[in-house]
């Protein structure tokens, strides 16, 4: 058993053989400068910074040869999985399956839609595919996870507040255990970040516990 004794609200314990690392969108389109996140108008240095650490993290989590599971926010191309909500959302010139800086926004295929070089999953390392923010949501995580007996999860990616959070809203009501790492996610709003991982760890841990990818790493093996 290994403890993060700094997380927060409290100390963190897991099994290695029992968790796996989750990284969440880390997609070009959210993260790359001249994608479709930039082209919206935010600052996709405040999602970069977590670059840096994933990949020493990822590293580390590959040398003890603990599970990491990588996800992908997109749809369809003909968008049958889109619901009319989510399709009818956001500017109205740079909507889901326009098209975009880096190939149709948000589409499977797409150039935009694949993760970014620096983070390019293992041949043997899972990429889910998702429709919505949470990565439970019409896929077959929860299985994935079931079959190699993973109960907590270390929880990477982006956004802070919306697929990160979703997630682990989603984990928690399945009975997973989530530390989410707090340099490792990242938010376009700062003050969205800050107070969505105050959220994780309010009221003593009520979706999970947060800490930092180095503590993390010094705990391994
Ligand atoms: C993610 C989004 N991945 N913000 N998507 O957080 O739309």
């Known amino acids: 058993m290994l403890t993060i004794a700094a997380a927060r609200p409290g100390p963190y314990s897991f099994d290695l053989s029992t ?38 993290l990822m590293a580390d989590a590959r040398a003890v040869g603990l599970s990491i599971l990588h996800t992908r926010e997109g749809h369809l191309p003909d968008l049958s999985d889109c619901p009319p909500a989510k399709l009818s959302r956001g500017a ?44 439970f949501h019409a896929t077959n995580l929860d299985v994935l996870l079931t079959e190699r007996g993973i ?9 802070t507040e919306v697929c990160v959070h979703t997630t682990v809203r989603e984990a928690n009501d399945r009975g997973y255990e989530c530390l989410v790492l707090a340099d490792c996610v990242g938010s376009y709003f700062p003050e969205f970040h800050r107070v969505g991982l105050d959220m994780i760890a309010a009221q003593g841990g009520i979706f999970g516990w947060v800490a930092d990818s180095a503590q993390v790493r010094a705990a391994l093996p």
């Open 19 to 56: 968790t796996a690392l989750l990284v969440i969108d880390m997609q070009r389109d959210f993260l790359e400068p001249g994608g479709f996140g930039e082209s919206l108008g935010n600052d996709v240095g405040q999602l970069r910074r977590t670059i840096g650490p994933l990949v020493a």
């Open 92 to 135: 109205p010139s740079k909507r889901i399956g326009d098209p975009g800086p880096k190939g149709r926004i948000l589409v499977r295929g797409e150039y935009g839609h694949d993760i970014i070089d620096e983070l390019t999953p293992l041949p043997d390392e899972p990429v889910i595919d998702k429709p919505g923010k949470g990565a």
């Open 151 to 159: 109960r907590s999860l270390l929880v990477t990616g982006v956004t």
